[in-house]
């Protein structure tokens, strides 16, 4: 019993957290692994499972570390789950891209989300240990975000995907001995006493690695919200374990969002002001920027539904 009072209430959370992201990688894997694919229903009913862990796992926040973690929390959650959006629209350009059968994307999805999260984490905290020690570099992130921001809003277009010109896919095509073939939905090949890997093993790696690119933007950004190790990295991962269920849902919505890419560059460009604002002592309060983020986002989604109503 003494052993478990040494354990802080900061410490239980990850505990709680790394547990829950066990069970459900292990339950995830088990029963929705299969060659087959996931139809609406389930879709909903698993990007519903997530969203709920997620607030949840924020009410726990709340509860043990106060209200005002709790927000930077909801915030930094709510802007990675809008910005996964478009890495969804770029995983459907990969999967379009390498001719995957439909049967195969949960598989390739997991995985390929499996990678990005131990990506994102590794990145997480190597950038934090970098703002610890060089808190001057949260300006440069700022200064960034709203380059990017700008950038978004000027080209105004959808992302582009070129797999061939991933650092991965190059890497993975002069190491391994691809086939361009499914091989039945295995990553391993054996023909002719020879080892070989299948092209969804090839998609894993784009994936992951695709998703590192977005990671290079929206993890900055959260660092702007909040420089709490927990909240980012815990926001961060929740939002990208609802990824898989939420591609089944917008898979055939990719051009119903036409004003989602304005909604972003908007939220990225406020994040980075919010950053740098601080240099002159002008602080924003947590819950004013989750409301600015908010309206941001609800807007591009209202006028982009609206838009295409008309």
């Not at 990850?14 to 299969?34: A, E, P, R, W």
């Amino acid at each position: 019993m003494g052993y478990f009072k040494l354990i802080s209430i900061h410490n239980w959370l990850y505990i709680i957290f790394l547990s829950v992201l066990t069970v459900s990688l292990i339950v995830d894997f088990g029963l929705f692994n299969k060659p087959k694919e996931m139809n609406n229903k389930s879709a909903t009913l698993q990007s519903l499972f997530w969203v709920c862990i997620a607030l949840s796992f924020g009410l726990l926040i709340y509860w043990s570390e106060g209200n005002e973690l709790s927000l930077q929390y909801v915030s930094v959650y709510l802007m990675e789950y809008s910005l996964s959006i478009d890495n969804i629209f770029v995983f459907i350009l990969i999967l379009n891209y390498f001719k995957v059968s439909r049967k195969y994307y949960q598989k390739v999805l997991f995985f390929g989300i499996l990678g990005a999260i131990v990506f994102r984490a590794i990145f997480i905290l190597l950038g934090m240990m970098i703002v610890e020690e060089l808190d001057w570099i949260l300006y440069i992130f700022g200064a960034i975000l709203i380059y990017t921001g700008y950038k978004i809003l000027m080209s105004g277009q959808e992302p582009e995907v070129h797999p061939v010109e991933n650092i991965i896919y190059k890497l993975m095509k002069k190491y391994f001995n691809i086939l361009m073939e499914e091989g039945d939905g295995k990553f391993v090949i054996h023909r002719d006493g020879k080892k070989y890997y299948s092209v969804l093993f090839l998609v894993v790696g784009v994936l992951a690695s695709t998703d590192l690119i977005f990671a290079i933007d929206s993890i900055p950004a959260a660092f702007a919200i909040s420089q709490n190790k927990l909240v980012v990295l815990t926001a961060n991962i929740f939002a990208v374990m609802g990824l898989r269920a939420m591609f089944y849902l917008l898979i055939g919505m990719v051009n119903r969002f036409s004003f989602l890419q304005q909604g972003i560059s908007f939220v990225l460009m406020f994040i980075g002001i919010k950053m740098l604002l601080v240099i002159f002592n002008w602080h924003i309060p947590t819950e004013l920027s989750l409301m600015i983020i908010i309206l941001m986002l609800s807007s591009s989604i209202v006028f982009s539904l609206l838009k295409k109503s008309n």
